[in-house]
């Protein structure tokens, strides 16, 4: 098993281009999240999925939208990248039980200039 | 408002002493508490988890954690730190009755000097 897997590993956008990110598990998990992780901030959840068909905001939304594709995928996509989502990005997947882990992805180092 | 509170930015600690990497948390309720660690350039990796019963938690690498309710703490200890333990721990919370969404803390550096 792959675990959590994220494309791509690092991107150059200029501001105002956009792009998606893309996240895959293979655990079966219902739930997937977004974070992003800035220097001295710890991770901040961007948007989660709870299961196959529903996406709920984060602690900070603004600036993305996702799309949970199916079961396994989770998207995150930036319509219009500024400088202030210079960020590394991991996705999770965990169960659907509040007591169960979450396994990360690798990230994704996106810089904007 | 629920927080995670990890108050060293880095620990130094020389290779076989014992190391400690603190954690305080403000939530409603019980939490769930974890500690994740995560190497250069590679993602989290979960450690070690405190749901409920013993507050001692023993977890992955030789590491263990201690909840203390009435302090609000979950500290990471490991009782002989290796070179090898060098990484950045963050401490989270998942808040009991929320959905499955953690609260991480900022970071704490661990750097082990052989």
């Known amino acids: 098993n792959a675990g959590v897997t994220q494309t791509p590993k690092f991107q150059v956008l200029k501001t105002g281009q956009s792009m998606t990110l893309q996240c895959a598990q293979d655990?079966?998990?219902?739930?997937m999240y977004w974070y992003r992780q800035d220097p001295g901030m710890g991770l901040r959840l961007i948007y989660y999925?709870?299961?196959?068909?529903?996406?709920d905001k984060g602690e900070v939304p603004n600036g993305y939208n996702v799309s949970r594709l199916n079961k396994r995928e989770f998207s995150l996509r930036l319509e219009s990248a500024a400088p202030s989502q210079t960020s590394v990005y991991f996705c999770?997947?965990?169960?659907?039980?509040?007591?169960?882990?979450?396994?990360f992805g690798p990230g994704t180092r996106l810089l904007v200039l | 408002a629920q927080s995670v509170a990890q108050p060293e930015d880095q620990v130094n600690v020389a290779e076989g002493n014992p190391l400690t990497v603190k954690c305080t948390y403000s939530?409603?309720?019980?939490?769930?508490l974890f500690w994740y660690v995560q190497y250069p350039n590679r993602g989290l990796q979960f450690l070690l988890k405190?749901?409920?019963?013993?507050?001692l938690v023993k977890g992955s690498y030789g590491f263990e954690a201690e909840f203390n309710k009435s302090q609000t703490s979950f500290h990471l200890k490991k009782p002989s730190a290796l070179v090898s333990d060098s990484a950045l721990y963050f401490c989270?919370?998942?808040?009991?009755?929320?959905?499955?969404?953690?609260?991480f803390g900022a970071g704490t550096r661990l750097a082990v000097h052989p």
């Open positions: 999770a997947s965990g169960g659907q039980s509040s007591l169960e882990t979450q396994y």
């Open positions: 655990m079966n998990h219902n739930s």
């Open positions: 999925s709870a299961s196959e068909g529903t996406t």
């Open positions: 939530v409603s309720g019980n939490p769930y």
């Open positions: 405190y749901i409920t019963g013993d507050n």
């Open positions: 989270a919370v998942r808040p009991s009755g929320g959905y499955n969404k953690l609260i």
